[in-house]
């Protein structure tokens, strides 16, 4: 995946929103939280987002993922270089990371993003 697919795919999760932020990075947000970031300058472009504890230390065994500068602590990863997964994989761990990062926002913004 290029950041373009990866930005459509992000931002056809429901609800998503997208911006930049810190110098040039391209946040994925979902009720204003992030759930992925992308630098915009860096080439090879690298991808951040939050696993399970379990995904986290398996994706950490794959060479060209390291923990997430800042964020390992929350259990985010970064993938160094795009081709290090397969669109595939990197599809199921960005809506990983989108359902958890929904999943801890308060009820009332749960409720107000999906309308019930």
């Known amino acids: 995946m290029d950041i373009e697919a990866i930005r459509q795919f992000c931002l056809s999760l429901p609800h998503a929103t997208e911006g930049v932020q810190w110098d040039n990075d391209l946040l994925f947000r ?10 915009l300058d860096l080439s090879p472009n690298r991808l951040s987002f939050k696993c399970t504890p379990e995904k986290f230390e398996e994706l950490l065994e794959i060479d060209g993922i390291i923990p997430a500068p800042y964020m390992a602590r929350n ?40 309308g019930d």
Do not use: C, H
């Not at 979902?30 to 630098?39: D, E, L, M, Q, R």
């Not at 270089?81 to 990371?97: A, G």
């Open 30 to 39: 979902i009720g204003g939280k992030i759930f992925a970031v992308t630098s």
């Open 75 to 114: 259990k985010w990863v970064t993938v160094e270089r795009l081709d290090v997964l397969s669109n595939q994989e990197l599809k199921e761990l960005l809506t990983n990371s989108y359902d958890m990062v929904f999943a801890k926002l308060p009820k009332k913004i749960q409720k107000t993003l999906t």
